[in-house]
Every structure is written in structure tokens, then in C-alpha cells.
């Protein structure tokens, strides 16, 4: 790519604002992951730039300025009514928290604050209004040779910011990189500067890797060097376990391979590598065939997810998400099921479930390594029929029932409680057996019976001291 066409690719709006620096005698660069993703072809969502410009002078300089980060030499300019953070030039001290420098120096010479930064391919800068590339590292050789290589001595460089050697295997996997021989041996020597990173930047750096087109080259990454022993040693369980005939790869590569056949955005396909994660710990060898089984690995794996995801501080909506679907995997649909089973699934998985199942379900299916093309045709079998009873409109909650508690509380003379819900339940069951029965009198009729047996059963003995 030559100087002219990368000028090309700068938008106007950053080059008017270094042309801005350049107005009042200072300089302006565009640095790190922009230049990165624009010279490997990739789209560029954010432009940094750095200038020798201190901080109060790019307040004076620029007519609307935030303070985001002006301790460490940054603010964020409102640029024609876009955010660009603008950086002065720096270097740094110690890291004393494995995440932050101490303190910074700010510097006037471009080569001097690259030297600072993670690796090679984000150590390049760009004047935009010439397209003159600074790469005192060779950055832009090991991006076209998919190389990834930390700038100086990778032990250093890992050993100031913990996190850099989960950005190196995320990285590995988003530009399907290599990992240069002395980088790589670096990251095992610096793990105890990584267990200082947040569980939150652990998080954050997952989520990122599942953007890759195989995230495995990650993860293998986090294995090999024990970043994966820190953040979840539960994955690791299944590293060698032979599964059985059907599947051809052990527990671990399958859940590599489910991950990346998995599409979807990044928490399902943490739910992906997540989805066998129980069956190291329900593997038992059947009397009967003389082969592994793992029965109830589904519902172990949800228990063992929830705090893998709550020790990675996923969101309780995100939590959810990857637990439900880790307990709801396993599904083996057959001409047998009818349209009452399938309501009965519907239900127990939830409906807005589904669309994640059936494409977990087709990446599960898609990695079992075995010869041949994958039988999807049960998956299909299963959308169809799931496509018939939604278009029938059959009551799949308390909510689409032609009653609620208003009504029983009204009809039957109940009070609020728990009587409620549980009426509401049975009800529900009565109408997935068969749709018809959801109808306003019919359902009364049904709930009166119901409170009658329960007002007809035996008092527990909580009830009996209560009363």
C-alpha cells in the first residue's frame, strides 16, 4: 500500500484535525489498532491520535475538548460531531499494578512513545496529511507475514500489563496470527502479572476473541501457556478425554470445534465452548455397549457454567443466557414427538431460546469429527415442527392462558399467594396437552377442581405450627 492510497483511506474529518495540530506548530499522528486494521485491509471503527502536543495546549487548540484521561496525557476531542481521543506523546514508568504505569513523561519524539506499546503491528504510526509511515519496528513486515511479536523484549512488556498476554492469544485468533518463538515463551514466565488483570477485562478479552473466525487458536494459546489454568480451570478437565463412537474427537476439540462452527454473536458462542463442559464429570463406561457414557453432562454443565460465568462477571442477563443454554443443549428429536412434546419443549427451554438452541445444536453437530457429511436432518425435522405449533398459536406460558390471577382470585374467591401460581401451572399443563382446552370457562371450571384438591390435601407441618 503506498503512501498516497493509505492518505486515501484516512477520513477527511482526521486529517483536517491533524491538519488543525499542524496549524498552530504541533503534530498529529494516527497510531495503534486504526493503523493496524487499515493496513491489513481490515474496517477501522475508532481513529487515535497522538501528537506532541500537551494536553492543555489541545484544550486551547480545539474549541470542544473532554478531559477523559488528561493524568496519562489523553483527551477526547469533538471533532465535527465525532469522538477522537488524542494522546500526547509519553513514555512510562514502572507498572506496580501489573495493569497501569505509575506514571507517565511525556515526550516529543513519535519513535520514543511507540516504544511503549504491546506489540510490532501496533507500534506503527502515520502522519495522515503526508501518508509517511513510522514503523521503527517492522510492524508492517510481521503484519504481512502474520506475525505477532512484542515490541523489545516481550518479558518486559508482559511483565508491566498483565493483560497483554491475553491480548497476544486474542489477537493470535482475530488476525490469524503466529506467535513469534520468544513472545510466546514470554507468557509463561509473566502469569503472575496476568492474575492482577480483572476479572472484567478477562471478560472483556473473551468476548473479543469470539469475534475471530476460529477463536480456538486463542484458547489453545491460554492453554499451552496456563493463562487457561488461571481464568477457567474447568475447560481443561477435558483436554485428552476420549469421548465415545460418536464422536471422533476428545471433549476438549470438540468444544473447539463447536465454538468455531458456532455462529453467532459472542455469548452463544461462549455457550458453545462452554456446552460440554459437565461431561469430564459424568463419564461412566455402559455394562451394556462397553463405551463412554455421559449422562446428565448437560445438566452438571450448567451448574459448573453459572460460576464460571459469575467469576467472569458476565451480566445476570448474559449469565443466563449461557446457563440456560449449556442445561438445554442436549436435544434428540424424532418422528415421535408430537405436537404436545414439542409444545412441552418449547416451554421448558423458553422461547426465546430457540434460535440460539437450533444454531448451538448445528455447530454441536458439525464438530463431532466423524467421516461423512453431518445429519442435520433432525435439526430440520425440529424447526419444522416448532414452526407449526408457533403458527397454531398454542399457549406456551401462564401469560397466553385465556385466564390470569385477577380471574381466579375473582371466580374462585382465592387470595394472593403461591395457590395462584400453582393453579396458573397446572393449568398451563393441561393446555400444552391440548390447545383447546384454553378457553375462559373450561379453564375456571378446571381451576375450581384444582383449588378444591388443594384445599383437600394434608397441611404440612410448616402449615400446621403456622396455624
Not at 153 to 178: M, Y
Request: aromatic share 6%; glycine share 6%; net charge negative.
Amino acid at each position: 500500500m503506498s503512501e498516497a492510497s493509505i492518505s486515501q483511506k484516512i477520513p477527511t474529518e482526521v486529517i483536517g484535525l491533524c491538519d488543525r495540530l499542524r496549524e498552530k506548530g504541533k503534530r498529529g499522528w494516527i497510531v495503534g489498532g486504526c493503523v493496524r486494521d487499515m493496513l491489513s485491509g481490515r474496517v477501522v471503527s475508532d481513529w487515535d491520535i497522538a501528537t506532541d502536543a500537551l494536553p492543555q495546549e489541545v484544550q486551547k487548540i480545539f474549541s470542544k475538548v473532554i478531559p477523559t484521561g488528561i493524568a496519562h496525557g489523553t483527551v477526547t476531542v469533538l471533532h465535527h460531531g465525532k469522538r477522537y481521543e488524542v494522546t500526547t506523546l509519553r513514555g512510562e514508568t514502572t507498572y506496580s499494578d501489573g495493569r497501569h504505569p505509575d506514571a507517565v513523561h511525556f515526550v516529543g519524539d513519535i519513535t520514543a512513545d511507540l516504544a511503549r506499546r504491546d506489540f510490532t503491528f501496533n507500534a506503527i504510526a502515520i502522519d495522515p496529511v503526508s501518508g509517511l509511515i513510522i514503523d521503527p519496528f517492522e510492524g508492517r513486515k510481521d503484519l504481512e507475514k502474520k506475525i505477532l511479536r512484542a515490541v523489545g523484549n516481550a518479558e518486559e512488556r508482559f511483565s508491566e500489563d498483565g493483560l497483554r498476554v491475553l491480548r497476544a492469544a486474542r489477537f493470535a485468533a482475530t488476525l490469524e496470527a503466529d506467535l513469534d518463538p520468544d513472545t510466546e515463551k514470554a507468557i509463561s514466565r509473566t502469569l503472575d502479572t496476568f492474575k492482577k488483570v480483572s476479572a472484567e477485562r478477562v471478560r472483556d478479552e473473551w468476548v473479543k476473541t469470539m469475534k475471530a473466525k476460529r477463536p480456538s487458536r486463542a484458547f489453545e494459546i491460554m492453554r499451552t501457556s496456563g493463562i487457561l489454568a488461571i481464568t477457567c480451570p474447568e475447560l481443561l478437565e477435558g483436554v485428552g478425554m476420549e469421548q465415545n463412537k460418536h464422536h471422533a474427537y476428545d471433549v476438549w476439540t470438540h468444544g473447539m470445534e463447536c465454538m468455531n462452527a458456532c455462529a453467532g454473536d459472542p455469548i452463544l458462542r461462549i455457550a458453545a465452548l462452554l456446552h460440554d463442559v459437565g461431561k469430564p464429570r459424568t463419564r461412566a463406561v455402559s455394562e451394556k455397549t462397553k463405551d463412554y457414557t455421559f449422562y446428565d453432562h448437560d445438566q452438571v454443565g450448567a451448574e459448573i457454567a453459572h460460576p464460571i460465568a459469575a467469576r467472569l462477571k458476565f451480566s445476570n442477563d448474559e449469565r443466563a443466557r449461557i446457563v440456560d443454554l449449556v442445561r438445554h443443549h442436549l436435544f434428540h428429536y424424532t418422528d415421535e414427538w408430537n405436537d404436545a412434546t414439542v409444545r412441552r419443549w418449547m416451554k421448558r427451554v423458553g422461547v426465546d431460546r430457540i434460535q440460539d438452541l437450533y444454531l448451538l445444536n448445528e455447530a454441536d453437530v458439525r464438530s463431532k469429527g466423524l467421516e461423512g457429511p453431518p445429519d442435520l436432518n433432525p435439526l430440520e425435522k425440529l424447526k419444522a415442527h416448532v414452526a407449526k405449533v408457533e403458527e397454531q398459536g398454542a399457549a406456551l406460558s401462564t401469560r397466553d392462558l385465556a385466564i390470569d390471577g385477577r380471574d381466579l382470585m375473582t371466580e374462585l374467591g382465592l387470595k394472593p399467594g403461591p395457590i395462584l401460581g400453582k393453579i396458573l401451572n397446572a393449568l398451563l399443563e393441561d393446555v400444552i396437552a391440548d390447545p383447546a382446552k384454553n378457553e375462559r370457562e373450561s379453564l375456571v371450571a378446571r381451576a375450581r377442581e384444582l383449588a378444591e384438591e388443594t384445599r383437600a390435601e394434608p397441611a404440612t407441618e410448616a402449615q400446621k405450627k403456622k396455624g
